[in-house]
């Protein structure tokens, strides 16, 4: 706190402080702090999940939900590539609007405890490394997709998987064995949009 008062505590200062104030109950003191890391890059996701822990805490969902959602945009951008950027921004505040209409409590709670699950979860970061290279390359990642609608599918590891089996066999000119994937991923997410883009795609 010294340190801090003085300015010369950098992000990795105040962030940390943030934590200890998070840890303790001091909720408004840390959402504080964390307002400010949130704006370095390398603390972005971070802070962004500590204030949706600390609204979570104070009894505030739409706010937890809406902080939760900015850490997996973040988490996005750093696996997206450079011209994706704007879409991926695009498609998360879409989504955070999405929410907020609907108003909620059951759905937003369900939601958030996917989301909290996901990132303190083992190898998170190598999971949206993945699912972004799966989205690239079945033609998705132009689309209104982004890893927090796919964490909403109870099946999304399948949903992508058959997605991205699809693409290569419509590059080899299979076009009925991609069909047949996407028609699975259908089966899985009925709901999912989508798929349902592809599968009228490849019927074109």
């Given at each position: 706190?010294?340190?801090?008062?003085?300015?010369?505590?950098?992000?990795?200062?105040?962030?940390?402080?943030?934590?200890?104030?998070?840890?303790?109950?001091?909720?408004?003191?840390?959402i504080l702090l964390l307002n400010k890391t949130a704006d370095d890059p390398q603390f972005a996701a971070a802070s962004y999940f500590a204030i949706?822990?600390?609204?979570r805490a104070q009894g505030k969902p739409d706010l937890a939900l809406e902080n939760f959602i900015q850490a997996m945009k973040a988490c996005d951008?750093?696996?997206?590539?450079?011209?994706?950027?704007?879409?991926?921004?695009?498609?998360?505040?879409?989504?955070?609007?999405?929410?907020?209409?609907?108003?909620?409590?059951?759905?937003?709670?369900?939601?958030?405890?996917?989301?909290?699950?996901?990132?303190?979860?083992?190898?998170?970061?190598?999971?949206?490394?993945?699912?972004?290279?799966?989205?690239?390359?079945?033609?998705?990642?132009?689309?209104?997709?982004?890893?927090?609608?796919?964490?909403?599918?109870?099946?999304?590891?399948?949903?992508?998987?058959?997605?991205?089996?699809?693409?290569?066999?419509?590059?080899?000119?299979?076009?009925?064995?991609?069909?047949?994937?996407?028609?699975?991923?259908?089966?899985?997410?009925?709901?999912?949009?989508?798929?349902?883009?592809?599968?009228?795609?490849?019927?074109?």
């Amino acid at each position: 706190e010294q340190i801090v008062r003085e300015g010369q505590a950098g992000p990795g200062v105040e962030f940390n402080l943030a934590l200890l104030y998070k840890d303790t109950w001091r909720y408004a003191d840390a959402i504080l702090l964390l307002n400010k890391t949130a704006d370095d890059p390398q603390f972005a996701a971070a802070s962004y999940f500590a204030i949706g822990e600390c609204c979570r805490a104070q009894g505030k969902p739409d706010l937890a939900l809406e902080n939760f959602i900015q850490a997996m945009k973040a988490c996005d951008l750093s696996t997206a590539e450079r011209g994706q950027a704007d879409q991926v921004i695009g498609v998360y505040e879409s989504l955070a609007e999405s929410y907020r209409s609907k108003g909620s409590e059951e759905n937003a709670g369900k939601y958030i405890q996917t989301l909290v699950d996901f990132l303190t979860g083992k190898g998170w970061e190598d999971k949206v490394r993945e699912v972004r290279r799966h989205l690239v390359s079945v033609g998705e990642a132009s689309a209104s997709v982004n890893f927090a609608e796919m964490l909403e599918l109870p099946e999304s590891d399948r949903v992508i998987e058959s997605l991205a089996l699809a693409q290569e066999y419509a590059k080899q000119g299979q076009l009925g064995a991609a069909i047949d994937e996407v028609m699975t991923a259908i089966e899985l997410a009925p709901d999912y949009l989508p798929v349902h883009q592809r599968l009228g795609e490849l019927l074109v």
